[in-house]
Nanobody, 128 residues
Framework: QVQLVESGGGLVQAGGSLRLSCEASGRSFSSYTMGWFRQAPGKEREAVAAINWGDDSTYYADSMKDRFTISRDNAKSTMYLQMNSLKPEDTAVYYC?????????????????????WGQGTQVTVSS
C-alpha cells in the first residue's frame, strides 16, 4: 500500500499563489506516476498535472501549463504543485494520486480511473 497525504490548501485571493504538498509513504514508488487532480462542486474530477518519479518527466493539462508547476523531492518523498495566478474557477478539492503506468500507456496519465492510490484531498478556495 501507498499512503498519500496532501497539505497546503487554503483561502487565497484571485491572482495569488499557493503551493500544495503530497507526502508519500508505505512502500517503494520509484517507478510510479504521481498526479494532482481536482474536483469542484458539481463537476467531475479532472487531471491537473503528473510526474514520473523515476525519470522526472512531467505532464500538464493544457489549461494549467502556464500557471502551475509540478515537482518532487526524493529525499522527502514529497510531490509539490506550485499554483500561481489563481482564479476563482480553480476553487476545488485537490487530490494527490499514484499509480504504476507502463511507458506505453503514459499518454493516459490524465485518466482518473487508472489511479489506485488517493489522498484525502486539500481544499483550495480562490476568492474574487
Amino acid at each position: 500500500q501507498v499512503q498519500l497525504v496532501e497539505s497546503g490548501g487554503g483561502l487565497v485571493q484571485a491572482g495569488g499563489s499557493l503551493r500544495l504538498s503530497c507526502e508519500a509513504s508505505g512502500r517503494s514508488f520509484s517507478s510510479y506516476t504521481m498526479g494532482w487532480f481536482r474536483q469542484a462542486p458539481g463537476k467531475e474530477r479532472e487531471a491537473v498535472a503528473a510526474i514520473n518519479w523515476g525519470d522526472d518527466s512531467t505532464y500538464y493539462a493544457d489549461s494549467m501549463k502556464d500557471r502551475f508547476t509540478i515537482s518532487r523531492d526524493n529525499a522527502k518523498s514529497t510531490m509539490y504543485l506550485q499554483m500561481n495566478s489563481l482564479k476563482p474557477e480553480d476553487t476545488a478539492v485537490y487530490y494527490c494520486a499514484a499509480v504504476y503506468i507502463a511507458p506505453y500507456f503514459r499518454s493516459r496519465w490524465s485518466d482518473v480511473r487508472l489511479y489506485g492510490y488517493w489522498g484525502q484531498g486539500t481544499q483550495v478556495t480562490v476568492s474574487s
